[in-house]
């Protein structure tokens, strides 16, 4: 975690904005035509393709991640797994569900607070969020 060059919290704030016009509102409007709702689990499971599928055949990049020139890496700077991704998305996911959002509160705060810019999702994962493109010298 030599080379540690985190992404603070409006970009990530601003490529979750991005993720959710890209991926979200599709969904969305596509279970809304099938379904006649907005969210069901079609929704639900196509968020979780994306958000945990994507970073890892991506090299760490969401849509909207990539658009701001941010991506996930693991903490020896490697590419995220599946694994990786299953802990940064569903374990976190469910302890910001037991939490009733309190986490996702905190994990903000530590994202806008901590020098390395790590949520909770992250210490989960072993992750961060860096500006560095996977072919840095």
Same mark, same amino acid.
């Given at each position: 975690?030599?080379?540690?060059?985190?992404? #603070?919290?409006?970009?990530?704030?601003?490529?979750? &904005?991005?993720?959710?016009?890209?991926?979200?509102?599709?969904? @969305?409007? %596509?279970?809304?035509?099938?379904?006649?709702?907005?969210?069901?689990?079609?929704?639900? %499971? #196509?968020?979780?393709?994306?958000?945990? &599928?994507?970073?890892?055949?991506?090299? *760490?990049?969401?849509?909207?991640? /990539?658009? &701001?020139?941010? /991506?996930? =890496?693991?903490?020896?700077?490697?590419?995220?797994?599946?694994?990786?991704?299953?802990? /940064?998305?569903? %374990?976190? *996911?469910?302890?910001? @569900?037991?939490?009733? *959002?309190?986490?996702?509160? =905190?994990?903000?705060?530590? =994202?806008?607070?901590?020098?390395?810019?790590?949520?909770?999702?992250?210490?989960?994962?072993?992750?961060?969020?860096?500006?560095?493109?996977?072919?840095?010298?």
């Amino acid at each position: 975690m030599e080379n540690l060059n985190p992404a #603070g919290f409006w970009i990530r704030f601003g490529a979750s &904005l991005f993720d959710g016009i890209i991926m979200a509102a599709p969904l @969305a409007i %596509i279970s809304y035509l099938i379904f006649g709702e907005s969210d069901t689990w079609f929704t639900t %499971i #196509g968020s979780y393709i994306y958000f945990i &599928l994507l970073p890892v055949v991506w090299t *760490g990049y969401t849509v909207g991640k /990539r658009i &701001l020139g941010i /991506r996930i =890496v693991n903490l020896d700077e490697t590419d995220v797994s599946f694994w990786t991704m299953i802990k /940064r998305q569903l %374990i976190a *996911g469910l302890i910001y @569900a037991l939490t009733f *959002g309190i986490g996702v509160i =905190v994990s903000a705060f530590m =994202v806008g607070i901590r020098e390395d810019k790590r949520a909770i999702h992250d210490f989960i994962a072993g992750t961060y969020v860096t500006f560095y493109p996977p072919w840095k010298e």
